[in-house]
């Protein structure tokens, strides 16, 4: 996934579709995909709306680099990754989805382009999805994370990027990032419910 050091403080605006961008689908059976498809739809026309509208709102995202993320942390983080799109030129090229054990449990693969501090990143992903009332409730991305950090950190990715010393590493950093694009959109922000007085 990429991680940026620069973050945009606009978060209503609808990201109009870029004229480059491949927005290739596959469908390979009758299942009902639609919210894994709205959500590959809004991810590579960079729509943020479109996007929020598949999740459920008790959504749950973990990948390699942002393990278990609650709904309103998974959101900002695609709204931080698409919302910077300038900078990091992402590009989500194809994806292409298949049926699961049943209807409610689809998975995908799919192909990210993206510019992480400047390096170019060409990232492979697999998706697992578990559906709840229509919408996608858990979604698990895997890839090749020592591929990944050779791509994004060089010789260093090379050296360390097996690690789990690294991971933990990456992991802390995209945190920190994260935590810092909430704190300037609080609409991301978690609400502490307020107790009444008897």
């Given at each position: 996934m990429p991680v940026e050091n620069e973050l945009l403080n606009k978060t209503t605006n609808r990201m109009p579709?870029?004229?480059?961008?491949?927005?290739?689908?596959?469908?390979?059976?009758?299942?009902?995909q639609s919210a894994v498809e709205r959500f590959f739809r809004g991810y590579a026309s960079l729509d943020l709306p479109l996007l929020a509208s598949s999740l459920?709102?008790?959504?749950?995202?973990?990948?390699?680099?942002?393990p278990d993320l609650n709904r309103k942390r998974g959101e900002a983080m695609w709204a931080m990754f698409i919302l910077n799109h300038k900078n990091n030129e992402i590009?989500?090229?194809?994806?292409?989805?298949h049926e699961g054990k049943d209807?409610?449990?689809p998975s995908a693969d799919y192909v990210v382009k993206y510019k992480f501090e400047g390096r170019p990143v060409e990232n492979h992903i697999h998706s697992e999805f578990e559906l709840k009332d229509g919408l996608i409730y858990r979604h698990v991305d895997s890839f090749d994370f020592y591929?990944?950090?050779?791509?994004?950190?060089?010789?260093?990715g090379r050296?360390?990027?097996?690690?789990?010393?690294?991971?933990?590493?990456?992991q802390s950093i995209g945190g920190a990032k994260l935590d810092h694009f909430i704190s300037e959109h609080p609409e991301y922000q978690e609400t502490t419910p307020t107790t009444t007085e008897k």
């Open positions: 579709p870029s004229g480059q961008r491949d927005n290739t689908m596959s469908q390979e059976n009758n299942t009902d459920h709102p008790e959504y749950r995202f973990s990948d390699g680099g942002f590009n989500c090229t194809t994806h292409q989805i209807k409610d449990h591929a990944w950090t050779i791509q994004t950190k060089g010789l260093v050296l360390l990027g097996w690690t789990q010393f690294f991971q933990s590493k990456v």
